[in-house]
C-alpha cells in the first residue's frame, strides 16, 4: 500500500487523537519491529502525556529475532511496556493482556480503592501509516465478544471493541506521521515500503539496502541470489553497484539493448526485502539511534516511574 501525506489529513487524524485522548485509560502503540526508531512519532509524547503506554514490535515475523530482544530489553529499560508482534498471524497476542495489567495497575487500583470492579481498560491503537493498525485490530476482535456499540456518557458514534473483560479498543486507530527529520529515517521508512514508491528513486535505496546489508547480514545476498564467492564483486568503491548488476543477471533482467537492468534488479531485490524471502532483517538497532526524541519517555502511571 502506498500513502502521500498531506498537511490536511496530518491535522485532522491530530484532532481526532486529541478528542479520543480524553476517553481512554491506555495507548497502545504500534512501531515496526524492523525500524522500531524511524516508526515512531515523538509527537505521541505530547498527544499522550498523561496516558500509560505500551509499544507493540509489529512485524516481528520480518525482523531479527535476536535485535527484536534487544529492542524489548531497551524500551523496557526506558519504562516502555514492549511485545513482539506478528499481528498477521496473531503471534505474540497473549503477552498484549499482562502488559494492559502492568501498565494499567494504577488505574486499577484507583478503581477497586473507589469500589469499582472489573470495569475494562479502554484504549486507542496508534501508529504510523501501514504499520498493522488495522491487522491487529481485526485480529485482536476475531476473539472478541462484541462490539460494545454507544453508551452513556460515551461521544455518540463511538465504537469500542470488547477484547476481554479487561479491554476494550476504540475500533479508530489513531494516525501518527513518521517524523522525517534525518535522512536516514526517510531511507528506513522507504525501504519497509512506508512511502510513495514513485516519488522515491528504488535504484539509490537498493544500493543503500546493498550497502547495510553488508555490513550487518553478509550471508544473505549470496544465499538468496545464488552468488558462489562474494569477493567476486571486488571491494572498490562500486561494489554496491556490481552487486545489483550480479542480481539482475541471475534474474534475467535486461534493458533495451540487452544490457543488465539495475533498475529492474532494485525492484526485485527491495520487493525480496519488503516480504522477508532476503531473511529475517533489522535495519535499527538500539543505541545506533541517531532519533534520541524517543528516548526521554516517561510514563504517566502504572510503571512505578
Ligand atoms: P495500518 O492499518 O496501520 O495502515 O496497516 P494495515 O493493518 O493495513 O497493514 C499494512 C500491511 O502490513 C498489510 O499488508 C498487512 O497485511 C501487513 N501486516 C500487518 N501486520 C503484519 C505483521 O505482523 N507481519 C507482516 N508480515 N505483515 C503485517 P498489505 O500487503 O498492505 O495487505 P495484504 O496483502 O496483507 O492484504
Not at 455518540?156 to 517524523?179: A, V, Y
Not at 512511502?195 to 537498493?206: R, S, V
Amino acid at each position: 500500500m502506498e500513502y502521500q501525506w498531506y498537511p490536511g489529513h496530518m491535522t485532522k487524524a491530530r484532532r481526532m487523537m486529541q478528542e479520543n485522548m480524553g476517553l481512554i485509560d491506555l495507548v497502545i502503540e504500534l512501531a515496526d519491529a524492523r525500524i522500531p526508531a524511524a516508526s515512531r512519532n515523538p509527537d505521541i509524547n505530547d498527544l499522550a502525556w498523561n496516558k500509560p503506554r505500551i509499544v507493540l514490535l509489529n512485524k516481528s515475523d520480518l525482523a531479527d529475532e535476536a535485535v527484536t530482544r534487544a529492542w524489548m530489553k531497551h524500551l523496557e529499560q526506558e519504562g516502555v511496556y514492549a511485545v513482539s508482534l506478528d499481528a498477521r498471524n496473531r503471534s505474540g497476542m497473549k503477552a498484549i493482556d499482562a502488559n494492559v495489567a502492568k501498565a494499567c495497575a494504577a488505574k486499577i487500583e484507583r478503581d477497586r480503592a473507589r469500589g469499582i470492579l472489573n470495569r475494562p481498560v479502554r484504549a486507542m491503537v496508534v501508529g504510523i501509516p501501514n504499520v498493522g493498525k488495522s491487522t491487529f485490530i481485526n485480529s485482536f476482535a476475531k476473539k472478541a465478544v462484541a462490539k460494545t456499540g454507544n453508551k452513556p456518557g460515551v461521544t455518540k458514534g463511538k465504537q469500542w471493541i470488547r477484547m476481554s473483560k479487561t479491554l476494550e479498543l476504540l475500533d479508530t486507530p489513531g494516525i501518527l506521521w513518521p517524523k522525517m527529520g534525518d535522512p536516514e529515517t526517510g531511507l528506513h521508512l522507504a525501504l519497509i515500503g512506508s512511502m510513495n514508491d514513485e516519488i522515491l528513486d528504488p535504484e539509490k535505496m537498493a544500493l543503500q539496502l546493498i550497502e547495510m546489508l553488508e555490513r550487518s547480514y553478509p550471508e544473505l545476498l549470496g544465499k538468496r541470489y545464488g552468488f558462489e564467492d562474494p569477493g567476486m564483486f571486488g571491494n572498490e568503491e562500486n561494489r554496491e553497484h556490481r552487486i545489483l548488476e550480479g542480481i539482475a543477471k541471475v534474474r534475467g533482467c535486461l534493458g533495451k539493448g540487452g544490457e543488465a537492468s539495475c533498475e529492474k534488479a532494485a525492484g526485485i531485490l527491495l520487493e525480496d526485502f519488503r516480504s522477508g524471502r532476503l531473511g529475517r532483517i533489522s535495519l535499527e538497532r538500539p543505541g545506533d539511534e541517531t532519533k534520541g526524541d524517543m528516548q526521554e519517555e516517561t510514563h504517566a502511571e502504572g510503571n512505578g516511574n
